[in-house]
C-alpha cells in the first residue's frame, strides 16, 4: 500500500509542477530577449533539479514496483498504463525539452521558448493521466 501512496504523492507533485511550467513558467521564458536565454536557460536547469528531483526518483521507483509487486486489488493494466504514461513524460522530457532548453542555453533564437510551450503538452498531459491512473490504482486497493 506505501508504494501506491508514495506514487500517487509523487505523480501529483509532478502534476502540479508541470502545469506551472506549462502555463507560467514556459510562457515566459518564450518572452525573454535571446541576449537573456543563456544564462536564464543554465539557471532554470539548476533549480528545476532540485525541485523535480526526488519526486520524479521516487514516481520512477514506485512505477516499477507496482508492476511487480502490486498491492491486491490493483488491476495489472493500470499498473502498466501507469508506467505507458511516465515513459510518455519521461520521453518527451529526454527527446523534446532538454534538447531546446540546452538550445537555448548555448545557441538560443526567438522560436526556442515558443517550442518550449507546444513540446511541453505530451508532459503535462501524461502527467496529469497518470494522476487519475495513481488514485484509480490507490481505489482499487483500499
Same mark, same amino acid.
Given at each position: ?6 506514487n500517487?504523492?509523487a505523480?501529483?507533485?509532478?502534476? #502540479? =509542477?508541470?502545469?506551472? %511550467?506549462? &502555463?507560467?513558467?514556459? @510562457? ?10 543563456? +544564462? ?7 533549480r ?11 514516481? #520512477? =521507483?514506485?512505477?516499477? %514496483?507496482? &508492476?511487480?509487486?502490486? @498491492? ?10 501507469? +508506467?505507458?504514461l ?5 520521453a518527451?522530457?529526454?527527446f ?20 518550449l510551450?507546444?513540446?511541453?503538452w ?14 484509480a ?6
Open positions: 500500500m506505501l508504494q501506491l501512496v508514495l500517487l504523492v505523480t501529483c507533485v509532478m502534476v #502540479g =509542477v508541470i502545469w506551472f %511550467v506549462q &502555463l507560467v513558467h514556459y @510562457p515566459l521564458l518564450a518572452l525573454i530577449g535571446v541576449d537573456r536565454a543563456p +544564462a536564464i536557460a543554465v539557471e532554470h536547469q539548476r528545476t533539479a532540485w525541485v523535480v528531483g526526488l519526486p520524479m526518483a521516487t514516481e #520512477g =521507483v514506485t512505477t516499477l %514496483v507496482l &508492476l511487480f509487486s502490486r @498491492p491486491d486489488g490493483v488491476a495489472t493494466w493500470l499498473a502498466w498504463l501507469g +508506467a505507458a511516465l515513459a510518455v513524460a519521461l518527451s522530457t529526454v523534446l525539452s532538454v534538447p531546446l532548453h540546452e538550445r537555448m542555453a548555448n545557441s538560443p533564437d526567438p522560436t526556442v521558448g515558443r517550442r510551450v507546444v513540446t511541453n505530451p508532459r503535462t498531459i501524461a502527467w496529469s493521466a497518470r494522476a487519475v491512473v495513481a488514485g490504482m490507490l481505489a482499487q486497493a483500499i
